[in-house]
């Protein structure tokens, strides 16, 4: 990257490299690929990790100093909760691959484990008794902004606003705590995810087109079914209604992406727990059905929503087995 506050300041890529090969693993139980190639790229992204960190001065916790999170509006900050979490992640999933190997020393050794160890147990997140996770240190007491009274006619605000104006308050660009929860959403109780996207909705100007979607499927999880629909209107009218004022810049491809994201893992409420495929399908109000389809056991099972229910068939392959509402379900 030509900016070098992203190109230095942003871990992100590689712990979602991390995150991806996981998800790949639970879903697959692929072996072969997890104990070759995919230990490998997980031990190197730990090491990396744990080279841009560094203990606090009472020893007390593990964090990330100088950095960027997924909210771009914020830079230099110490301890990003993303950041650190999924930092914590990859740590704590390496060292579960590297527990189910023969020879595990052969890719890090006992010291070097027992320090990933240590890391992963004392990751500094700040979480208040409201249960609102710190985006960064002092996020909480930043200056207030109301998004809603910023003129039209600023945006886009890279344009319009200098840098220093857009860090220095607690405006968001796109969700940072919460997408550690769209990620993991096992980790997180719908009691904390209410907290977070109530405080963190109202100071997010939504200036990144993967915003909204992130937005609605918490929404939907929330069970906030107008909101839910708004944000999916938003992600899939961005350009068309030119909501940035920079469509004539190009399209945003990864808004239209995220649209499809939205009615999978949203409305559609597809997730996984501990490598269990798991459904909750919901029909927007004003449609009259809609279709996906996902891989599972040996094939791909069709998922279709209408205003009679909720029907589950194979299209490839003979046998799958899934989650639906909580309830096992055989797919065949």
Known sequence: CNLWQHASLQMQPSTAVAYAIMEYYKLTGD?????????????????????????????????????????????????????????????????????????????????????????????????????????????????????????????????????????????????????????HPEDFTDEQVAANYDFYEPRCIHESSLSPSIHAILAQRLGRDQAAADFFSFATRLDLDNYNRNTTEGLHLTSIAAAWVTIVFGFGGLHTENGTICIAPHLPAGWSSYSFRFLAGDGVVQVKVDQTGVSLSMMEGSHARVKLFGEWKDIQ
Do not use: C
């Open 31 to 183: 072996d072969a690929f997890l104990f070759h190639e995919g230990i490998e790229m997980l031990v190197e992204i730990s090491r990396y990790v744990v080279s841009r960190g560094g203990w606090n001065a009472d020893h007390t916790g593990f964090g990330f100093w100088g950095v960027m999170g997924p909210d771009e509006f914020h830079m230099m900050v110490n301890n990003d909760y993303y950041t650190n979490y999924m930092g914590g992640k990859t740590l704590s999933d390496t060292l579960s691959v590297l527990s189910r190997m023969e020879n595990p020393d052969a890719w890090a050794s006992p010291e070097e484990r027992a320090e990933w160890q240590a890391i992963s147990e004392h990751i500094i997140v700040r979480e208040t008794p409201e249960h609102v996770f710190e985006q960064h240190d002092g996020f909480f007491t930043m200056p207030h902004l109301d998004i809603h009274s910023i003129p039209i006619s600023d945006f886009p605000l890279y344009e319009h606003w200098s840098y220093d104006r857009i860090y220095r308050t607690d405006m968001i660009k796109q969700p940072a705590v919460l997408m550690a929860m769209f990620l």
